[in-house]
């Protein structure tokens, strides 16, 4: 059965005191719940550390992930983080491809293709973001987009890896926008990456959690979490607040 995964993308928001509190409330909260969902939080490279330690003293049933990762393993790239330090850290996760890194950082498919190597190499989960701009599904492009996005970087992957990816669909028009996909939007664009992971890799498609991105809240993620192919959330702005994001992962 697929795994259902919330995952908050905390993006580069909060101190140290407050990622802190944060980590803490939600590993509080997600004590009380069932055990069938996996809770990951994606805080800033500063804060992996201590919320790494936080969760392990706690013997939290938090997930952490990094939000970004090197595309090269080690040596001289000023600045950079790479997937053993990520690994070495606590991390099981490492989001990649995210709409914000292919826009302002420049990231193409084939620097997502080597990040996700790396990460599969080192035992990290890669979560793949894929998604159309507003323009792309206004010209009514937006399969083809994310199929491309689909098959230039997982169809490079073996099949034994690729059972380790998690998928995102995250329109990038309804990120950090207040505008929703609505479900059937989600569903359909969910079910045709399920199609299309299936054409490369048949006996894994239904066992590749595909997560929704973009402007999830507790007010739509029932809704959201309702449909076949959608197996979770990967919540930004939601996700700084421990109420809202633990009503999210209620949701299911
Ligand atoms: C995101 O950036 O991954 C995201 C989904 O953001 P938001 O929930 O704020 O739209």
Same mark, same amino acid.
């Given at each position: 059965?697929?795994?259902?995964?919330?995952?908050?993308?905390?993006?580069?928001?909060?101190?140290?005191?407050?990622?802190?509190?944060?980590?803490?409330?939600?590993?509080?909260?997600?004590?009380?719940?069932?055990?069938?969902?996996?809770?990951?939080?994606?805080?800033?490279?500063?804060?992996?550390?201590?919320?790494?330690?936080?969760?392990?003293?706690?013997?939290?049933?938090?997930?952490?992930?990094?939000?970004?990762?090197?595309?090269?393993?080690?040596?001289?790239?000023?600045?950079?983080?790479?997937?053993?330090?990520?690994?070495?850290?606590?991390?099981?996760?490492?989001?990649?491809?995210?709409?914000?890194?292919?826009?302002?950082?420049?990231?193409?498919?084939?620097?997502?293709?080597?990040?996700?190597?790396?990460?599969?190499?080192?035992?990290?989960?890669?979560?793949?973001?894929?998604?159309?701009?507003?323009?792309?599904?206004?010209?009514?492009?937006?399969?083809?987009?994310?199929?491309?996005?689909?098959?230039?970087?997982?169809? +490079?992957?073996?099949?034994?890896? +690729?059972?380790?990816?998690?998928?995102?669909?995250?329109?990038?028009?309804?990120?950090?926008?207040?505008?929703?996909?609505?479900?059937?939007?989600?569903?359909? +664009?969910?079910?045709?990456?399920?199609?299309?992971?299936?054409?490369?890799?048949?006996?894994?498609?239904?066992?590749?959690?595909?997560?929704?991105?973009?402007?999830?809240?507790?007010?739509?993620?029932?809704?959201?979490?309702?449909?076949?192919?959608?197996?979770?959330?990967?919540?930004?702005?939601?996700?700084?607040?421990?109420?809202?994001?633990?009503?999210?992962?209620?949701?299911?």
């Amino acid at each position: 059965m697929r795994k259902k995964i919330v995952a908050g993308n905390w993006k580069m928001n909060t101190s140290i005191a407050e990622g802190t509190l944060l980590a803490k409330q939600i590993s509080f909260l997600t004590k009380e719940l069932e055990a069938n969902v996996e809770v990951i939080i994606a805080p800033p490279f500063t804060h992996l550390a201590g919320i790494s330690s936080l969760l392990k003293q706690e013997a939290s049933k938090v997930s952490l992930s990094a939000q970004n990762c090197a595309d090269q393993l080690s040596g001289a790239y000023t600045g950079e983080v790479s997937v053993k330090m990520l690994e070495d850290i606590g991390c099981k996760y490492v989001i990649i491809g995210h709409s914000e890194r292919r826009e302002y950082y420049g990231e193409t498919n084939a620097i997502l293709l080597k990040k996700i190597e790396l990460a599969l190499s080192a035992g990290l989960s890669p979560i793949y973001c894929v998604g159309e701009k507003l323009n792309e599904r206004e010209e009514n492009r937006h399969f083809e987009v994310v199929a491309e996005q689909i098959k230039e970087v997982l169809y +490079m992957l073996k099949g034994f890896d +690729m059972n380790r990816v998690v998928v995102a669909y995250e329109p990038v028009w309804a990120i950090g926008t207040g505008k929703t996909a609505t479900s059937d939007q989600a569903e359909e +664009m969910h079910a045709y990456i399920r199609r299309v992971i299936g054409n490369k890799f048949p006996t894994l498609a239904d066992e590749i959690s595909i997560l929704y991105g973009g402007s999830c809240k507790p007010s739509n993620a029932v809704e959201l979490f309702g449909k076949e192919n959608v197996d979770g959330g990967l919540i930004g702005g939601a996700s700084l607040s421990a109420q809202d994001f633990i009503a999210i992962i209620k949701s299911f």
